[in-house]
């Protein structure tokens, strides 16, 4: 029988912070601008469409921020999460590598989002706060909050980008499920989404749009406030949880990682993966970050550097980042949740700095990986996962090509039960992809 290498850590070993990298870089981030007068924002300003705690934690500069009670409780309902090696495939690609993924698909909605709404929730919860609107695009992000404010007690409005809403409906029953109410985005109910729609009723949408309908909300309510499942350093900071457990799970194993890959669209699972390792190489042990972003989508290797609103309509703060301007409206790529035109400025100062190295992946490559992956290892991986999963695949295959050991560690970020129309859809147009032999080369 072959040997199954899995880490799983005990609930004892949860960690009990998030960890800040902003402590540990050597250089201070750019702040971010009001969208009105375009100077430096007031963070008393955020608390518009944000509770206080999380204004706190977005401009922090602590190394350690503790995990509250209620936020572990819920976080021990599927967390530690195993970090798996990927033995069936290191033998199919006849690679020295070894090869690790560790898996996020194992949460209550499936993805690594809820690690962030729990934290969300519940401080708006203890603020007072009663409803949140939020945006989403292939709709994970959506049944995560959705989750969450049933746990606390909180009513959640999503706009969910068109093409996603009428490719999705598995989504949309989730979060209706957990008692969220979902519509498609842009639509009818806010003045952002009419003005988009004014000439194509049927737009597609984007994830600026959404954003634009939820903020609108927000700003124009007293009683509401906003949650974003990506971009901002709280979310990052939230999603630390994931690379605080992979350092301890790779210490199990007496392994050092050379190389760490997620999928990137604003940068939440990305960053939280590979956050708590960048002090690493700022000491200068040899690793190497990788962000795999869709070929249609490529704001870190094609955007430019500079500040840019979060949205589409202008309504919520400029910050620093790669962009492809708010007005891009990415093609409809399956992997709905990485069709976004910004990038997390962490993540895009790293970029900029070179510390992290972004590269894009055209659409039939990262199906061909997933339907491999699926076939090989035995889990069918997200759309967006499967950027992450071609990558560690080319990484591979090289390593075989230098004859080279190397020890690439990716982070599969959710599951792809919800997405097999996806799936199906790609492989009616191109069968090919089920030809996988030809990834062995």
């Known amino acids: 029988m072959k040997k199954r290498i899995v880490v799983n850590l005990p609930v004892e070993e949860l960690p009990k912070s998030w960890y800040n990298v902003k402590a540990d870089l050597p250089f201070k981030m750019d702040p ?5 007068t375009k100077e430096v924002m007031n963070p008393a300003d955020m608390t518009a469409i944000f509770p206080k705690a999380i204004v706190e934690q977005e401009i922090s500069e602590e190394r350690f921020i503790e995990i509250p009670e209620p936020v572990l409780d819920e976080y021990a309902v599927y967390r530690p999460s195993p970090l798996i090696r990927a033995t069936f495939l290191e033998e199919f690609l006849r690679t020295p590598a070894r090869i690790y993924y560790k898996y996020e698909g194992n949460s209550p909605t499936g993805s690594h989002k809820t690690n962030t709404a729990i934290a969300q929730a519940y401080f708006n919860r203890v603020e007072g706060v009663t409803e949140l609107t939020t945006e989403t695009g292939a709709g994970q992000w959506g049944s995560a909050l959705s989750y969450a404010g049933r746990k ?4 959640v409005r999503v706009f969910m980008v068109r093409n ?5 409906p598995m989504r949309q029953h989730m979060m209706r499920m957990f008692n969220g109410t979902v519509e498609p985005s842009p639509g009818e109910n806010t003045e952002s989404g009419r003005n988009f729609l004014k000439n194509d009723k049927n737009y597609p949408g984007s994830l600026g749009m959404a954003i634009s309908e939820a903020v609108e909300i927000v700003l124009n309510s007293k009683d509401k406030k906003y949650s974003l499942g990506s971009v901002l350093d709280h979310v990052l900071l939230h999603q630390t949880v994931i690379g605080l457990e992979v350092e301890r799970q790779l210490e199990i194993l007496n392994e050092k990682p050379t190389i760490m890959l997620g999928c990137h669209g604003g940068g939440s699972n990305f960053g939280g993966f590979v956050l708590p390792f960048i002090k690493r190489k700022l000491e200068g042990e040899k690793i190497e970050f990788v962000a795999c972003e869709p070929e249609s989508c490529p704001s870190l290797s094609k955007g430019e550097f500079r500040y840019d609103y979060g949205d589409s309509a202008g309504l919520t703060p400029m910050l620093k980042m790669y ?3 708010r007005d891009f409206v990415p093609p409809t790529i399956h992997a709905g949740g990485l069709r976004y035109h910004g990038a997390a400025p962490l993540v895009s100062r790293l970029v900029k700095e070179k510390i992290v190295t972004p590269e894009n992946f055209p659409q039939e490559e990262t199906f061909k990986a997933g339907i491999l992956f699926a076939t090989i290892e035995g889990i069918i991986p997200a759309p967006e996962s499967c950027h992450a999963i071609a990558g560690a695949i080319r990484r591979a295959i090289s390593a075989r090509e230098r004859r080279e050991e190397e020890v690439i560690v990716f982070n599969l970020s959710g599951s792809g039960l919800l997405d097999l129309w996806s799936y ?4 009616e147009s191109n069968e090919r992809l089920l030809e996988l032999e030809g990834v062995k080369g």
């Open 32 to 36: 971010p601008l009001n969208p009105m």
């Open 152 to 155: 606390f007690g909180l009513t």
């Open 164 to 168: 996603s809403y009428e490719t999705k």
């Open 323 to 325: 962009t492809l301007g």
């Open 424 to 427: 199906a859809n790609i492989i």
